[in-house]
């Protein structure tokens, strides 16, 4: 009797079910300490920060009296403003029958966790500069769309340098300077370097060819004293500014605001973030609909505290050259 897979199909399984379960893929977060926290004040929604402004100094004359001056002030403020959830639940027939069930269930409160922090990091880039104008200081604009000759849109040395100038110009220190950028920015280095760069002083490709300038979100190399990490979070925008190393007006169409700023202490960092709620995980039996329900709450709020230390570069989406 001949035992093949024609007269023996019972006996093979029509379908087998992998143990392993292939979740979406998630980018990284940025590091901690981007912004100064404030979480301490207690209650209400808005805290108010007084700014004292600079000492004005006065030539004496001999014998007279003198003149005194009041120190200006101002405030700063950071609201609470967002108050998020995620709730998901799980039946008692999808337990029953799943042979999953548990690693789904197991998986709810880490991908709840997830998803707010995404949109914490989300709410602290979003942009706290005024639009379409260049927020000059000290002669130096701190907003402007990267313009590659005639193309708007797309980052060069340039802005890296002017950038760095318009920094010392407002007297930020020059440690603990990064900038948080789009992946399209190391595109447009990788291609506008890779001539100049990888052959002229490297010849043989080390390092730039086989890594790029980013490995694991962070920029392997400082360019004009920036340390540079990647980030798919920043906020889009539609702007025309007339500023910038160019000195003319240009424009982006839903461009990504790229951020240069310094974090060297919490009296540098452009911003300042507070939470009223870290995330509150909480599990109920819904005997009703015979399911247990998972939730995740948390409240924060965020604001600017420097514009001296906040430089915005607008930057194509797409365009990288």
């Given at each position: ?22 979740e ?6 940025l ?67 799943a ?25 602290l ?10 927020g000059?200081?000290n ?5 402007w769309?990267a ?11 340039e ?52 890594t ?8 392997l ?38 951020q240069?700023m ?27 609909f ?32």
């Amino acid at each position: 009797m001949s035992n093949t897979t024609a007269n023996q199909a019972p006996l093979i399984k029509s379908a087998i079910f992998s143990e392993f379960i292939l979740e979406h893929i998630n980018d990284g977060f940025l590091p901690e300490g981007i912004h100064r926290d404030v979480s301490d004040f207690g209650d209400g929604t808005t805290l108010y920060i007084p700014v004292l402004g600079e000492t004005i100094l006065r030539d004496y004359v001999e014998d007279t009296g003198i003149e005194f001056d009041a120190v200006d002030s101002g405030q700063v403020t950071l609201t609470i403003t967002d108050y998020v959830s995620a709730a998901s639940y799980v039946t008692d027939k999808l337990k029953q029958d799943a042979y999953k069930a548990a690693a789904l269930e197991a998986s709810i409160p880490k991908e709840h966790l997830r998803v707010i922090k995404e949109r914490y990091e989300t709410d602290l880039l979003a942009n706290k500069q005024t639009v379409s104008v260049p927020g000059n200081i000290n002669g130096f604009a701190h907003r402007w769309v990267a313009a590659s000759g005639s193309t708007a849109g797309v980052i060069t040395l340039e802005d890296f340098n002017y950038a760095k100038l318009s920094f010392d110009k407002a007297n930020v220190p020059e440690e603990g300077r990064v900038l948080i950028a789009d992946p399209i920015v190391e595109m447009s280095l990788n291609h506008s370097m890779a001539a100049t760069v990888a052959v002229n002083n490297n010849p043989q490709f080390e390092g730039i060819i086989t890594t790029g300038f980013a490995k694991g979100r962070r920029f392997l190399r400082n360019i004009a004293g920036f340390d540079i990490w990647l980030s798919n979070r920043l906020p889009r925008v539609t702007e025309t500014i007339d500023g910038g190393p160019h000195g003319s007006s240009k424009s982006v169409t839903s461009g990504v605001v790229n951020q240069f700023m310094c974090l060297t202490d919490d009296q540098h960092k452009p911003y300042m973030g507070a939470w009223r709620q870290q995330p509150q995980a909480e599990g109920f039996r819904n005997v009703t609909f015979k399911r247990d329900e998972y939730s995740t709450t948390a409240r924060w709020g965020f604001g600017k505290q420097r514009d001296e230390t906040l430089i915005c570069v607008l930057t194509s989406a797409t365009a990288y050259k």
